[in-house]
């Protein structure tokens, strides 16, 4: 009798928390720009990554929430945390930013001074921290894909992204360096040497193998935290 009472018990706390899992999910927010806004769309890296979960039986495990507008820079993902992060209560956030704050600099003034984008992002995850939601920031990736550093912006970028590496640092957060990751990707890749069309689709915005490729990326990241 003991054993069979014994034996209801655990069948009923394996059931438990098998729907605890499906219930409570981990939840993460892809928060950035034109190409987190796409990121959800068909050949989307959070559509691929959601795909990769599905493959590994590991669907039910995560939800995955796209926050991305097109044209953002750090202070606009700044002025929306409360609203676009922080209302959704997810278990981490993936940052993933720095593109048009560099781009815009030569391709309509209106980019992001490197002090300026340095204070408003250690700001944003302080907030963020405080919300108890678990911060990982990103690298930028690429403004033109020839892979021995004549893009326009390759200085400025791999600037910004030594700032990123150090906000990391200063902020006991996740990195996951996209800027590394598709450089090394390039110059293995891009036999070329072309501007565009190996991860992109007109040096910047990710075509399907760029999505692919970042969603793998990240995801190496993910699946440890």
Request: proline content about 1%; overall charge neutral; some cysteine.
């Amino acid at each position: 009798m003991k054993t069979n009472i014994l034996s209801i018990i655990c069948l009923i706390s394996m059931s438990l928390s098998s729907y605890t899992t499906l219930e409570n999910p981990t939840r993460i927010v892809f928060f950035g720009d034109s190409i987190t806004q796409a990121g959800v769309n068909k050949t989307g890296y959070i559509t691929k990554m959601a795909e990769m979960l599905g493959a590994q039986g590991l669907a039910s495990k995560y939800e995955l929430i796209g926050a991305g507008i097109g044209g953002n820079k750090i202070y606009d993902l700044y002025l929306r945390h409360e609203e676009d992060v922080i209302a959704k209560k997810p278990n981490i956030v993936i940052i993933y930013v720095g593109i048009n704050d560099v781009w815009h600099k030569t391709s309509s003034r209106t980019g992001t001074d490197a002090d300026k984008f340095e204070r408003f992002y250690n700001a944003l995850i302080k907030r963020l921290q405080n919300a108890n939601i678990q911060v990982v920031i990103c690298t930028p990736t690429v403004i033109g894909e020839k892979f021995d550093a004549t893009n326009e912006n390759d200085g400025d970028l791999n600037a910004y992204s030594n700032i990123i590496r150090k906000i990391a640092t200063d902020n006991q957060c996740k990195l996951i360096d996209l800027r590394k990751a598709f450089l090394s990707y390039e110059e293995k890749n891009n036999i070329e040497n072309k501007a565009s069309g190996i991860l992109t689709t007109d040096r910047v915005h990710l075509n399907e193998a760029g999505n692919q490729f970042l969603a793998e990326t990240m995801w190496e990241t993910i699946k440890k935290l």
